[in-house]
């Protein structure tokens, strides 16, 4: 626990979580700073014994994530640094590919797991395939290869909407998925079944539809919002709904099935609904780095796994997950707005005086903690991020101040004066290169 000496600070008449009057020279702790409305009456909690593990990630960024219509494929190369990351990043699954797309991308796959293998990594790789025989062969041969589990990763559209658009029955996609499924347990391959847009599909077929794949040997389930079309209660409702009713009244146990949740980005809602399916008891959340991903993206795995690490839900070192989501932007040549949630570089910028100068205050107590915090809802540097003070049409004096002594320029009110004047006259914030024009050419 860390502690603050701070000034004076009034804080009676707020809730009896944050009650008293600290005075000169006290020292208080740092919850004590901040209240913290998001945990009143709230409370993660979470039975291990109801599931296979604590909550684990998969990373989708280089399968659905190259789906996205602007993203580029990387290179080998490239494939196996973003590899790196998710391996320091405590990522535990990772979608490698569709190695049924054809040889080119069986090569990827297989330099990805030789990568895998010889740096004796515990990621989990596997891959996604069509619920054909055709697209599961090649696991079967990439296995004996390395010598490591591939999980087979086989979607089905089951949604009433996608069977009346392709003229398919109940008993056409079940005698598909069961030859499917069954093919890669008797090569004793992991399957997670993946139902496609379950967030619009019947109730009866999805009990069907799963107790049949969880008959056949899969012990793990995918539950997809393919469309982006559920809000939290329906995610909340759905998983419920597959725990009583395809897992307990079909009479598994619900710790020996891994439970996925699989979000998209259409109505904006990526993140929360994955919020919602850890609330829910989701074994493993998918997403993609900075939500790549067809159409308007998969759900944003870097976003989540930043909320659930200040909800306290897990606590891997962030600190590389800054650096991972730049190489994912560059690699992939997917614009990153410069507003995008702590990835972006607007995120922890600012030029407005009065917000500036309090940080600028805390900055020149030497408290990080604090400077990240009293005007930024994200502690920038659990995330491998900085708090930084610009110059623009509403900076104050403070601001240019701090930014000339930050670069070792000799301060004068002459000087200060000069480049308040220069901002104000900006219709937006100034490059460090405007800034350094403007007093090369006052002196």
């Known amino acids: 626990m860390s502690f603050i000496l701070v000034d004076e600070l009034k804080l009676n008449g707020l809730p009896s979580q944050f009650t008293g009057t600290c005075v000169v020279g006290d020292v208080m702790k740092e919850t004590e700073l901040i209240y913290d409305w998001n945990t009143v009456e709230y409370e993660l909690t979470r039975n291990p014994a109801n599931h296979p593990h604590d909550i684990w990630f998969d990373d989708e960024t280089l399968r659905d994530g190259l789906q996205s219509p602007s993203a580029r494929n990387p290179t080998i190369e490239q494939k196996l640094e973003l590899l790196d990351y998710m391996e320091k990043l405590g990522i535990q699954k990772v979608d490698l590919g569709l190695p049924g797309a054809g040889p080119f991308h069986i090569e990827h796959i297989d330099a990805m797991l030789e990568h895998i293998t010889s740096n004796d990594y515990k990621i989990r790789p596997g891959c996604a395939v069509r619920t054909l025989v055709g697209d599961i062969e090649p696991i079967v041969d990439l296995m004996a290869k390395h010598e490591i589990e591939i999980q087979a990763s086989a979607f089905l559209g089951t949604s009433p909407i996608r069977q009346y658009s392709e003229g398919w029955t109940l008993e056409k996609l079940l005698s598909t998925m069961e030859k499917a499924v069954s ?4 090569n004793g391959i992991p399957v997670m079944f993946v139902t496609e847009d379950t967030t619009r599909s019947n109730p009866k077929d999805i009990i069907t539809i799963y107790q049949r794949a969880l008959d056949l040997g899969a012990d793990r389930l995918a ?21 009583e009713e395809v897992i307990k009244d079909g009479g598994y146990q619900r710790n020996k099935i891994e439970i996925n949740w699989h979000g998209h980005q259409d109505r904006g809602l990526g993140v929360i609904n994955n919020l919602a399916a850890y609330e829910a008891g989701a074994d493993c959340i998918h997403g993609t780095a900075l939500g790549l991903g067809e159409r308007a993206g998969n759900a944003p795995l870097d976003q989540t796994l930043v909320n659930l690490k200040l909800m306290g839900a897990i606590d891997n070192d962030l600190t590389l997950l800054n650096e991972y989501m730049q190489k994912a932007h560059e690699f992939t040549e997917v614009p990153l707005p410069r507003n995008y949630p702590v990835f972006g570089e607007d995120a922890f910028e ?4 009065v917000h500036a100068s309090a940080v600028i205050k805390a900055m020149k107590k030497g408290d990080h903690w604090l400077a990240d915090r009293v005007y930024s809802g994200v502690p920038a540097g ?21 930014w000339l002594e930050q670069r070792g320029y000799e301060v004068s009110d002459e000087l200060v004066n000069h480049l308040f004047e220069v901002a104000k006259s900006q219709r937006r914030l100034m490059d460090d290169e405007e800034v350094v024009s403007a007093i090369n050419a006052f002196k």
């Open 183 to 186: 093919f890669a347990v008797d």
């Open 223 to 243: 539950i997809c919002d393919t469309c982006g079309h559920v809000a939290p209660n329906g995610v909340k409702k759905l998983l419920n709904f597959v725990d």
């Open 350 to 353: 600012t030029g407005t005086g």
């Open 382 to 402: 659990d995330f491998g991020m900085q708090q930084k003070i610009r110059i623009g049409h509403m900076a104050g004096r403070s601001n240019i101040i701090w």
